[in-house]
């Protein structure tokens, strides 16, 4: 259990001092297993239903609208997401909404009609805006503030290995009992996760005050306004737009660059996808761990800025082993920025609006991807991969630079 303390009382490595550890870790292990079932789900949900609608009549075109549903839920109903989680409690909303997506899920595995599966992409991607924000929300509820850091690590790890391992098990899961399998196996997974976060119970704690230089006007607000109106959040919040819109330019034109630029195929192109991937796996245990909480702004601003220089460095090299290599590093920068983003957001703001921050915090990433998609569609067929790669890269180093010079400038003055 932690207690306030006052701005002095802090360990030299920079975390607020607690006066214990509290017994959370089943709890959190639990919470970390839910998150885990229920993001490789997803993945191999998608992979099902890509198969299902590609063959239908609509072609590319109903695969794009697909993946843009459930992204665009996200982004238009955060600050609804937000606020319901403010009000409700993050648990009782988690557990709401794992329930809901497991009933969608479950109603989606008869259906072929492409109109209908996304219409229904779209419902799912609803109640998982709630949900995430919910969960995100949950979690520091956990543990005491002192090992925040280290649990948002962990949750960046377990996400990013239910997205590296669902897409491979839905491929699997999808050749043994078809899509219908896959989806199947969605909605058991949201059940699942479902019933483990009913058994969970946040522990009666007094929570510490947000960072004491984060700008709390007279007025209330809710978490997204806060995010505004403190400096550091958003400026962080600038860099991460930047950062998730030129990642997903790379995702758009990476099957390009990997076939004509590098002259590899589809085995070399699944490697280097990977890669990113696997560094995004170890970056959060490896790195932000490390991490004392004064540090989380440069912590924001370094993996902008590694992300950008990783990016840049491939659009360079001219064989398939070196980008891999680099795409490790540029994965391990994009775990650091994240963890470091959501443990600022839960220690700069008051619990009462963290539901509405995280919605909000979501929505601009998601935003930031549909962006990034649309670019680099346009980019990749008007301009040369490599230079598009290349753009990408300095244009996110660049946002990253200016944030950490930002934050020495903030820390002189």
């Known amino acids: 259990m932690t207690t306030a303390k006052g701005p002095g009382d802090r360990t030299e490595a920079g975390t607020p001092a607690t006066t214990s550890r509290s017994p959370t870790g089943p709890r959190t292990l639990l919470a970390l297993g ?12 998608l992979i099902g239903l890509t198969f299902r609608v590609s063959g239908s009549s609509g072609g590319t075109g109903a695969v794009a609208a697909l993946l843009a549903a459930g992204l665009g839920a996200a982004v238009l109903l955060a600050p609804i997401a937000g606020r319901v989680v403010d009000r409700r409690g993050g648990h009782r909303t988690v557990v709401a909404g794992l329930t809901a997506q497991a009933v969608v899920a479950l109603f989606m595995v008869p259906v ?108 209330e607000r809710g978490g997204m306004r806060r995010i505004w109106y403190d400096p550091v959040l958003r400026a962080a919040l600038g860099a991460l737009f930047v950062t998730v819109a030129a990642s997903s ?11 004509h630029s590098i002259g590899a195929g589809a085995t070399v192109y699944g490697l280097v996808s990977s890669a990113w991937g696997l560094g995004l796996v170890l970056g959060p245990l490896l790195v932000v761990r490390r991490l004392p909480e004064h540090r989380l702004a440069a912590g924001a601003a370094l ?21 891999a290599m680099i795409f490790v590093v540029g994965g391990m920068a994009n775990g650091l920025q994240n963890v470091a983003m959501r443990t600022m957001v839960a220690t700069r703001l008051p619990a009462s609006v963290h539901g509405e921050a995280y919605a909000g ?45 930002y934050q020495a400038r903030r820390r002189a003055g």
């Open 34 to 45: 839910a998150l885990l079932v229920t993001t490789a789900g997803d993945e191999v949900a």
């Open 112 to 219: 072929h009609q492409t109109w209908a599966l996304i219409a229904m992409a779209f419902v799912l991607g609803s109640f998982g805006a709630v949900t995430n924000a919910a969960l995100f929300a949950f979690i520091p509820t956990l543990v005491p503030r002192d090992r925040l850091g280290t649990t948002n690590a962990w949750v960046e790890t377990v996400r990013n290995t239910g997205f590296v391992a669902g897409p491979a098990l839905g491929g699997v899961l999808a050749g043994i009992w078809g899509t219908a399998g896959t989806l199947l196996v969605n909605a058991v997974t949201f059940a699942a996760a479902a019933t483990a976060a009913a058994l969970l119970r946040a522990p009666r704690a007094t929570r510490d005050p947000p960072a004491e230089d984060a700008i709390r006007p007279a007025t």
């Open 249 to 259: 330019v790379m995702n758009v034109v990476l099957v390009f660059f990997v076939r």
């Open 303 to 323: 993996g902008a800025t590694g992300i950008g220089a990783a990016i840049t460095g491939a659009a360079l090299l001219p064989y398939a082993t070196a980008v």
């Open 361 to 405: 915090y979501a929505a601009t990433m998601n935003a930031a991807v549909l962006c990034g998609f649309f670019t680099g569609g346009w980019a990749g067929d008007t301009l040369p991969v490599r230079g598009v790669l290349l753009v990408s890269g300095l244009t996110t180093a660049a946002a990253g630079s200016l944030f950490l010079l």
